[in-house]
């Protein structure tokens, strides 16, 4: 776990984050939920409809009759059919933004630029028209950035977030080195590697990964289990 200025970070594994904030309990992506006494859902964040980050098993895991599900238009079905408990589904495609109690959302997109499921016609694993999405938390102007499934992308270049969380596998999205150009166009307080472990990617690409940018402050995190 990762604490800055009262906001609680625990990375469940691969793209799975559980941030604790303002008194709310936020799950990005969450999949493969190790821990069985994770807290409640308030807010749910899937990026994209793939089934390592919309997944109906894990997201029934934690949410309840008063979770407010976020996500783009493509996951907006999924949440439909086979969440059983939610308060809410809302939209957040990319450029939109909205608060839920004093929590500021946003999203921006997030898509493969050289990372290929037919490279004969060059159909991206992530199309940016498929409108997935990287969020932005904005709590009490300390904001943390979850990039989703990307390559570098432009929109990354000058964020500035507070926290960055950003994939490093090369499986779907950026590998360690596009991942460490990455990290300098976003340029965060602190950074954090995501997309490893589950199976996906391998936890060695973590420490190679802080070892190419002595001069950032790169947070190794643990995959938190029962």
Not at 69 to 96: C, Y
Request: net charge negative.
């Amino acid at each position: 776990m990762f604490e800055y200025e009262g906001i609680k970070i625990h990375w469940l594994g691969h793209d799975a984050f559980l941030i604790e904030a303002k008194g709310k309990n936020i799950y990005i992506d969450p999949y493969k939920l190790g821990k069985t006494d994770l807290p409640k859902a308030d807010i749910v964040i899937s990026s994209h409809e793939h089934f390592d980050h919309c997944n109906p098993e894990a997201i029934n895991q934690v949410t309840t009759s008063e979770t407010i599900l976020l996500g783009p238009s493509i996951v907006q079905e999924i949440f439909d059919e086979k969440i059983t408990q939610k308060k809410v589904m809302k939209e957040l495609n990319p450029g939109d933004s909205l608060e839920i109690e004093g929590i500021k959302i946003s999203a921006i997109a997030a898509y493969n630029i050289h990372r290929f499921r037919d490279p004969e016609t060059k159909t991206p694993f992530h199309p940016k028209e498929s409108g997935h999405i990287g969020s932005i938390l904005d709590i009490d102007g300390i904001t943390v950035y979850h990039a989703g499934d990307a390559d570098k992308i432009p929109e990354m270049d000058g964020l500035k977030p507070t926290i960055a969380l950003i994939p490093i596998s090369g499986t779907y999205v950026m590998d360690v080195d596009e991942a460490v150009e990455a990290a300098k166009a976003i340029d965060a307080e602190f950074t954090i590697p995501m997309h490893v472990g589950r199976g996906i990617g391998e936890l060695s690409f973590i420490e190679e990964f802080k070892s190419k940018l002595p001069n950032y402050k790169v947070i190794t995190m643990e995959i938190e289990e029962d």
